[in-house]
Structures are given as structure tokens and as C-alpha cells.
């Protein structure tokens, strides 16, 4: 009995603690989201249920509101304004038991993305194709190339594309990938030490010449894979104990080789068959290891062609305006949502924000 007494009186100490601040921080949300207009046609406010700690992400806590029928994307409009009233950054908003809760993913409004994040070598992935991005309050942003082969970066200039291309091709690299550049900007993003280990190239006619090769290599690969009665590089390699490497091209600038604006009839038939080579490793490159990393600062939809655009399904934007998040993102939210004067900072199409990781030259 006397052992059992100071239980007895943790137990009351933790219900009563319980009692007077949870049903208060009921209150206070109530009262917040009463402030900033969240409710239904009948003057209903949504009702904090519960929070609790989200078991994967040991920093994010989970809100569970009984909605009142309030939509989630009438949720998403006030986005901001529910941050500000609960005094949170809200990674994601989902709706839980059917359509009848919203659960809102957030950290508290103090917890903020660093504004650099220094990549080191052990955040190298061991797993193939997997490259690595940046950090999000959830964790690591990554990519698997082997699942989503092709990816399309936009920002605008000084947004941080030069330095997050550069660091998925230094991971590429030390994963053993042949990596091809075209850099029509005059090698100031990719000093000499990048020819080194990659092949560069400078203008128009020797792109359309590396286009080729690869779109032959695309063939051959198809061929071999057939013999073999293989289906992608992977299970290739493993099957016959050969090694082929992937190959990725990257362009820092695809509108300077898909604009045809004031071009000559020579020119436009050159671009044209650059274009038609992409748009092939597109379509096609997956299976066989052939990966497009293109980047764009234009604001122009006409630039890269539906054939092209409609296969890079993994795409990044950093700040841009409103046009340009649109292109890349098929929504406005990287111009909404990233800090006009953020470097380095992402927004993927899954709605996930991230700082990307800093990278030097000398990283290599
Ligand atoms: N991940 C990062 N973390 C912190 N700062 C960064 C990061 N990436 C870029 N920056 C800063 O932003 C500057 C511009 O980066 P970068 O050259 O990659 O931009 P960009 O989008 O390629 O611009 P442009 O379109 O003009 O080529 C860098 O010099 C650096 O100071
Ligand atoms: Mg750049």
C-alpha cells in the first residue's frame, strides 16, 4: 500500500495536468481557427480531437480535427493562416477516418529548414540508383532513378539549380554512372575539373552528335536486353555479370537547345533533331539506363514539348514566379511558398519543401 502511494499520485498529478491544459489547448485551437474564418455554413469550427507524435518522424506532431465538412482544400487555402493561428509550419494536411478528420502534419513555427545544409560524403545512398537531394523536416529527399527515371528542375536564376544538378552528378558519378553534360553557359558552372570525369559539350552540332550516341546505345542496349530476355538494366547486370553503366545527360539550360524562336532553317532542323532525340531517351530510357536531368529557368511553356515534359516525372522547383512553378510543378505553390530570397531551397511535386544540399567543387 505504501509502495503503491507515490504511483497513486503521479497517476493524479499526470490526470490533472491532463485536465487543465489539454481541454485548453482544445480551447485555444477552436478559438484560433474561429479567428481566421474556418468554418462551415453553419458557423462550426473545427474540433481538435487529439494530438499525438508521428511515429516515423519523431519531430512531427499529427493534429486530428473532426472537420465539420469542411473540405480539405478549403484547409489548404487557409494554409497559412492556420500556421499563423496554431503557431506551427504544417508539413501536410490529409483527411484521416474517410472524409470525417484532417489530419495536420506540422513542427512547431520555430523549426525551420536550415538555410545551408553541407553535403558530406556519408549521406551518399548505398542503394542503386538512389541520389540524394536535401533535407526536409521529415528527413532525406531522395530519388530513385531506377523508378522514376527522368528529372525536371525549374527555378529561377539564382534559385540554386546549378549547384543541386551538380550534386546529383557528383553522386551519380561515385555511383559509377557516365555522366554527359551540355553547358552553352561558357563553363562557368562546370570549371575544368568536370571534363575530367564527365564529357562536356559546348555547342549545337556536337549535342546532336552526343544525342546520337546515346539514342544508339538506347537501340543496342534494347537489343541485348531482348537476347538476354531481360527487362532493365538491373536485372541485367545481375543475370549476365556484366556491368553497364547508367548514363545520365544533363543540360543546365534546356530552353537554349529546344528554342527555335529566330533560328534559320539550317538551325531549326538541327534543334528539331536534338529535340527528337531527347523526346526518344524520354519515352524509352528508363529500362535501359538512360537518364535526362534537365534544367530550366524559363518562364515559357512552349519551350519543352508534352513528349519531353509529360516522361520527367520527378520535378523540383526552386523560387520562381508564378508562370514558372506552373511549368514545372502543374501548380503556383513553389512561388507561394518559397521565401523570395531562399537559395537552395525546393519544392518537389509531392509538396514536400527542402533545403537542397550545399556542394563545392572541391567535394569532388
Ligand atoms: N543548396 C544551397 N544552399 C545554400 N546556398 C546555395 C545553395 N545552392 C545555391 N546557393 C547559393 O545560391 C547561389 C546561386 O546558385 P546557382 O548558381 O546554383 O543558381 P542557379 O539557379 O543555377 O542560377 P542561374 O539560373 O543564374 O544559373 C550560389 O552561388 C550560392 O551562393
Ligand atoms: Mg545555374
Request: aromatic share 8%; charged share 25%; hydrophobic share 45%.
Amino acid at each position: 500500500m505504501t509502495h503503491a502511494f507515490p504511483v497513486y499520485l503521479l497517476l493524479g498529478g499526470a490526470a490533472l495536468i491532463y485536465l487543465l491544459f489539454y481541454p485548453f489547448g482544445k480551447r485555444m485551437a477552436k478559438d484560433q481557427l474561429q479567428s481566421i474564418g474556418l468554418t462551415n455554413h453553419a458557423g462550426m469550427v473545427p474540433e481538435l480531437l487529439r494530438k499525438k507524435r508521428d511515429k516515423a518522424h519523431p519531430r512531427v506532431t499529427i493534429w486530428e480535427f473532426r472537420n465539420q465538412s469542411i473540405p480539405l482544400a478549403e484547409w489548404e487555402d487557409n494554409r497559412a493562416a492556420i500556421e499563423a493561428a496554431l503557431d506551427i509550419s504544417i508539413i501536410k494536411m490529409t483527411y484521416g477516418k474517410g472524409k470525417s478528420r484532417v489530419l495536420v502534419y506540422a513542427v512547431p513555427a520555430q523549426i525551420d529548414l536550415p538555410e545551408i545544409l553541407c553535403w558530406k560524403d556519408k549521406y551518399l545512398s548505398p542503394e542503386s540508383f538512389v541520389l540524394v537531394l536535401g533535407e526536409s523536416l521529415l528527413g532525406p529527399v531522395t530519388v530513385n532513378l531506377a523508378h522514376i527515371p527522368h528529372i525536371l528542375l525549374g527555378g529561377s536564376t539564382g534559385s540554386g539549380k546549378s549547384v543541386l544538378l551538380k550534386l546529383l552528378l557528383m553522386q551519380a558519378m561515385k555511383k559509377g554512372a557516365r555522366v554527359y553534360i551540355a553547358d552553352f553557359k561558357g563553363g562557368v558552372d562546370f570549371p575544368p575539373l568536370w571534363n575530367r570525369d564527365c564529357r562536356i559539350c559546348f555547342e549545337e552540332t556536337d549535342l546532336l552528335g552526343l544525342l546520337t550516341d546515346l539514342v544508339a546505345e538506347l537501340e543496342r542496349r534494347k537489343e541485348i536486353f531482348r537476347t538476354a530476355g531481360c527487362s532493365s538494366i538491373d536485372t541485367y547486370n545481375k543475370s549476365t555479370g556484366e556491368s553497364l553503366q547508367r548514363l545520365i545527360f544533363a543540360c543546365d539550360e534546356v530552353a537554349e537547345v529546344l528554342d527555335k524562336t529566330g533560328a534559320d532553317a539550317e538551325r531549326k532542323k538541327l534543334l528539331a533533331q536534338i529535340e527528337n532525340r531527347l523526346s526518344t531517351i524520354a519515352r524509352q530510357g528508363r529500362a535501359f539506363g538512360i537518364h535526362l536531368i534537365l534544367a530550366t529557368q524559363r518562364p515559357d511553356a512552349s519551350i519543352i514539348p508534352g513528349q519531353i515534359r509529360n516522361n520527367m516525372d520527378f520535378r523540383v522547383c526552386g523560387r520562381a514566379d508564378s508562370v514558372l512553378s506552373s511549368i514545372i510543378l502543374d501548380n503556383t505553390d513553389a512561388a507561394d511558398l518559397i521565401p523570395k530570397d531562399a537559395r537552395g531551397r525546393f519544392l518537389l511535386h509531392d509538396g514536400t519543401i527542402f533545403q537542397a544540399y550545399w556542394f563545392e567543387e572541391s567535394d569532388l
